[in-house]
């Protein structure tokens, strides 16, 4: 008995420690998995990570091109603006007479002098179209366009008091757009003239107006020129009676004056201009800035005839018999672009 109860004791111990084996070996192997596990889940985390900076890497330099790219574009497009930059005033007392000696010493001296090349033909002499003087010289590319016969000419006015230099450009071979409303038809043509009924203005239409009103009227000029597909007027002559500035303030916001390469100017000074409001002072320095943000805009003045025919007022007032009209011509020294 006693021989068979420690048989016994025996297998049970030996059992015993055959599963303490076995259970360590599932231990060990569990732990051996759990590494294994460890290791190959860093190794996916690694390459995941890696994988995560490499598209981080060409993320960031595909926005850095195309930040390059809007960039480059950035500083193609035109953006307009919404209000011209106003020029310190004259004098600290923002005096009346600073402001006018300021202006009036701008508008009577030319910043550079054309010559004329032989090759041009004498019509173009300054006496064939009274006040109005083109800048034919060979630094600029008038001169060229004349010659070849590609020049485009658009004439903004309101009424053909003076049309003379239009019919000149037109007879040499330019085409000659001239926007009027006063004219008999919406649309005439005369050799190489292009007659519209057609006012130029410095405002969108107005959305309460309904859509049938919306096509006799007016337009801006970038408008007027997107319909026509033209990217470029060689000669700009504005004639429209006091509404000069504002339609000057608009080609300067809406940067149109880049594809002009002439702008001849008649300014009205006996009263402030369509919508131009403020104090005396006041807008003859809006009047002064208008005329500084061409000049940023790389035109130069070359021609500035006043009209002694006229009446001898400045803001409804005598102010040294100054006369309320003036003819300028200015070139742009970048055209074309």
Same mark, same amino acid.
């Given at each position: 008995?006693?021989g068979?109860?420690g048989?016994? +004791?025996l297998?049970?111990?030996?059992?015993t420690?055959?599963?303490v084996?076995r259970?360590c070996?599932?231990?060990?192997?569990?732990?051996?998995?759990?590494h294994v596990y460890?290791?190959?889940?860093?190794?996916?985390?690694r390459?995941q990570?890696q994988?995560?900076?490499?598209?981080?890497?060409?993320?960031d330099?595909?926005?850095?091109?195309?930040?390059?790219?809007c960039?480059?574009?950035k500083?193609?497009r035109?953006?307009?603006?919404?209000k011209?930059?106003?020029?310190?005033?004259a004098?600290?007392?923002?005096?009346?007479?600073e402001?006018?000696?300021?202006?009036?010493?701008?508008?009577?001296?030319?910043q550079l002098?054309?010559?004329?090349?032989?090759?041009?033909?004498?019509?173009?002499?300054a006496?064939?179209h009274?006040s109005?003087?083109?800048c034919?010289?060979?630094?600029f590319?008038?001169?060229?366009?004349?010659?070849?016969?590609?020049?485009?000419?658009?004439?903004?006015r309101?009424?053909?008091e003076?049309?003379a230099?239009?019919?000149?450009?037109?007879?040499?071979?330019?085409?000659?757009?001239c926007?009027?409303?006063?004219?008999?038809?919406?649309?005439l043509?005369?050799?190489n003239?292009?007659?519209h009924?057609?006012?130029?203005?410095?405002r969108?239409? +107005?959305?309460?107006v309904?859509i049938?009103?919306?096509?006799?009227?007016?337009?801006?000029?970038?408008?007027?020129?997107?319909?026509f597909?033209?990217?470029?007027?060689?000669v700009?002559?504005v004639?429209?009676?006091?509404?000069?500035?504002k339609?000057l303030?608009?080609?300067?916001?809406?940067?149109?004056?880049?594809s002009?390469?002439?702008?001849?100017l008649?300014l009205?000074?006996?009263?402030?201009?369509?919508?131009v409001?403020?104090?005396?002072?006041?807008?003859?320095?809006?009047?002064?800035?208008?005329?500084?943000?061409?000049?940023?805009?790389h035109?130069?003045?070359?021609?500035?005839?006043?009209d002694?025919?006229?009446?001898?007022l400045?803001l409804?007032?005598?102010?040294? +018999?100054?006369s309320?009209?003036?003819?300028?011509g200015?070139? +742009?020294?970048?055209?074309?672009?």
């Amino acid at each position: 008995m006693h021989g068979l109860k420690g048989e016994m +004791n025996l297998l049970c111990s030996c059992r015993t420690k055959m599963s303490v084996c076995r259970l360590c070996l599932l231990l060990s192997l569990l732990c051996v998995c759990a590494h294994v596990y460890m290791q190959l889940e860093g190794l996916h985390l690694r390459k995941q990570s890696q994988h995560h900076r490499t598209v981080a890497t060409a993320t960031d330099a595909a926005a850095d091109a195309g930040s390059t790219c809007c960039s480059a574009l950035k500083h193609h497009r035109q953006v307009s603006r919404w209000k011209i930059r106003l020029e310190p005033w004259a004098a600290e007392t923002r005096g009346f007479q600073e402001e006018a000696d300021r202006f009036l010493r701008y508008i009577s001296t030319p910043q550079l002098s054309c010559q004329r090349p032989a090759s041009v033909p004498p019509v173009f002499e300054a006496e064939h179209h009274g006040s109005w003087l083109l800048c034919l010289d060979r630094r600029f590319s008038l001169a060229q366009r004349i010659v070849s016969k590609h020049c485009r000419v658009y004439s903004l006015r309101l009424g053909a008091e003076d049309d003379a230099l239009e019919r000149l450009l037109a007879g040499s071979g330019c085409e000659v757009h001239c926007f009027d409303p006063s004219i008999r038809r919406a649309h005439l043509q005369e050799d190489n003239m292009w007659l519209h009924r057609l006012s130029v203005d410095w405002r969108d239409p +107005n959305p309460a107006v309904p859509i049938q009103r919306l096509h006799s009227s007016s337009k801006k000029l970038a408008a007027i020129l997107r319909h026509f597909g033209h990217r470029q007027v060689d000669v700009l002559k504005v004639d429209l009676e006091s509404a000069e500035w504002k339609i000057l303030e608009n080609l300067i916001l809406e940067q149109v004056l880049d594809s002009v390469g002439l702008l001849l100017l008649e300014l009205h000074l006996q009263w402030a201009g369509f919508e131009v409001g403020g104090d005396e002072p006041s807008v003859v320095r809006y009047w002064f800035s208008l005329l500084r943000e061409l000049e940023r805009a790389h035109f130069r003045l070359y021609h500035s005839y006043s009209d002694p025919s006229k009446p001898r007022l400045f803001l409804h007032r005598n102010l040294r +018999n100054t006369s309320s009209s003036f003819t300028l011509g200015w070139v +742009n020294t970048r055209f074309p672009l």
